[in-house]
């Protein structure tokens, strides 16, 4: 068999690593190569965000460094019972590509994921190497965030945390019953284990930068997840208990979800098609709602529907008013911000001018209505010096009237 070349290696890994979503480059520390010293940024120009249409990240080079896989999960594209093209990239491939690839202005940073070749360890040491050759050999001062494996060395995973930005553990499925079923090879326990002992070098390295000026950053971005939805039973109550579960216990920077994908070959066991795109996007909604809002685990299951999940027509914060109206409405001018935040329709910086302008007159229906995007969504859960919903807040049909109108697209329009 002749060997491959680096693009052929390109085609078949970078197509691999589509299916992980924790890729977002937020919240690292800056560096830059203002001065001539050295090579990327992770600021201004440097991390340029592009989104596709599914919300996913692609501002990164983000590529497998091979999809051989000594694992044999189901889910998995990549498995190793797979019959897909094989590739493995050397360390200083993935570095070539890196550089020639931001140099083009092509890509700010780096993903870079892997099957298990030979065992763990070996896998985990040569993606630490790509990312130790770009910091030490070549000062490559743009984002980096390397996706580490559970089963390996704990040292071996602290030293990607210090040349990486951000580094991730996929706990892969949210039910530990779904994770035996689906990827036999892996351990649970084991996957929160090394979480754990990631979050310890995150809390000793930003003590250590406390007391030492020049003490070495240990992943400045914090360390990410991502789950699977909708390749096992689990329903979205089961997924957000345990999103707010590895918050608290890992103090994650991002819990990430990934509409299970039907793949080639597919096991028995799995769905025979995806579950909607619109159930991951509900899921995001929910998380920023714990996130930014100050809703608790139990509103947003509050929210789900006799299933155990979120309604796919309505957003949760708009299913969590109409179940709750007592709540409302709300009084704009005398409201407190976590009563605001509850509004649909009201995002947090809306709730900041409210709360900023009522201190210097009272508020009208027409001065809320600037601050929205859809002010027909905000009517029927507040009040106003001008404007009392009386009945509109208990109507049966409030539903109906605030779900966004589907339209069926024709085939052959101008």
Same mark, same amino acid.
């Given at each position: 068999m002749a060997a491959q070349t680096v693009l052929q290696k390109l085609e078949i890994l970078a197509d691999a690593a589509k299916y992980d979503a924790s890729c977002a480059s937020s919240g690292t520390a800056k560096k830059n190569s203002l001065g001539g010293r050295g090579i990327g940024s992770t600021e201004?120009?440097?991390?340029?965000?592009?989104?596709?249409?599914?919300?996913?990240?692609?501002?990164?080079?983000?590529?497998?460094?091979?999809?051989?896989?000594?694992?044999?999960?189901?889910?998995?594209?990549?498995?190793?019972?797979?019959?897909?093209?094989?590739?493995?990239?050397?360390?200083?491939?993935?570095?070539?590509?890196?550089?020639?690839?931001?140099?083009?202005?092509?890509?700010?940073?780096?993903?870079?994921?892997?099957?298990?070749?030979?065992?763990?360890?070996?896998?985990?040491?040569?993606?630490?190497?790509?990312?130790?050759?770009?910091?030490?050999?070549?000062?490559?001062?743009?984002?980096?965030h390397l996706k580490t494996i559970p089963e390996a060395d704990p040292e071996i995973v602290h030293q990607a945390g210090l040349y990486a930005d951000r580094v991730s553990i996929n706990v892969e499925l949210p039910t530990d019953s779904g994770l035996t079923r689906l990827a036999p090879d892996k351990d649970a326990r084991q996957i929160e284990g090394a979480m754990g002992k990631v979050k310890s070098d995150l809390v000793e390295a930003k003590d250590a930068r406390k007391r030492f000026k020049h003490a070495p950053r240990f992943a400045p971005a914090g360390?990410?997840?991502?789950?699977?939805?909708?390749?096992?039973?689990?329903? +979205? =109550?089961?997924? &957000?208990?345990?999103?707010? !579960?590895?918050?608290?216990?890992?103090?994650? @920077?991002?819990?990430?979800?990934?509409?299970?994908?039907?793949?080639? +070959? =597919?096991?028995? &066991?799995?769905?025979?098609? !995806?579950?909607?795109?619109?159930?991951?996007? @509900?899921?995001?909604?929910?998380?920023?709602?714990?996130?930014?809002?100050?809703?608790?685990p139990t509103d947003v299951m509050q929210a789900t529907e006799a299933d155990g999940n979120l309604p796919l027509d309505i957003d949760p914060k708009l299913a969590w008013a109409l179940k709750f109206r007592e709540a409302f409405p709300v009084d704009v001018n005398r409201a407190s911000k976590e009563q605001l935040l509850r509004v649909p329709g009201l995002g947090v910086k809306a709730v900041g001018k409210i709360l900023a302008s009522r201190r210097h007159r009272a508020l009208r229906l027409d001065d809320v209505a600037l601050l929205t995007q859809s002010i027909t969504k905000v009517r029927p859960f507040i009040v106003t010096v001008d404007w009392r919903p009386i009945t509109l807040t208990d109507r049966a049909d409030l539903r109906s009237l605030l779900a966004p109108r589907t339209e069926q697209l024709e085939l052959f329009a101008a």
């Open positions: 201004g120009m440097g991390i340029c965000h592009a989104y596709a249409p599914d919300g996913r990240c692609i501002s990164l080079l983000k590529i497998l460094l091979t999809n051989h896989c000594v694992f044999d999960c189901h889910y998995c594209v990549n498995r190793k019972s797979s019959n897909v093209a094989r590739a493995r990239f050397t360390p200083q491939e993935v570095v070539d590509l890196t550089l020639a690839f931001y140099r083009r202005n092509y890509i700010e940073g780096l993903f870079l994921s892997s099957g298990i070749v030979k065992n763990s360890n070996h896998t985990m040491e040569q993606i630490v190497e790509v990312a130790r050759i770009l910091r030490e050999e070549h000062d490559f001062r743009g984002y980096i360390q990410s997840t991502q789950m699977i939805v909708g390749a096992d039973a689990a329903t +979205d =109550a089961d997924i &957000v208990g345990k999103a707010s !579960r590895l918050y608290d216990n890992f103090r994650l @920077r991002r819990v990430y979800y990934s509409a299970f994908s039907p793949i080639p +070959d =597919a096991s028995a &066991v799995l769905p025979l098609k !995806r579950p909607p795109l619109i159930r991951e996007h @509900r899921l995001y909604q929910s998380d920023w709602l714990m996130r930014f809002y100050g809703y608790k």
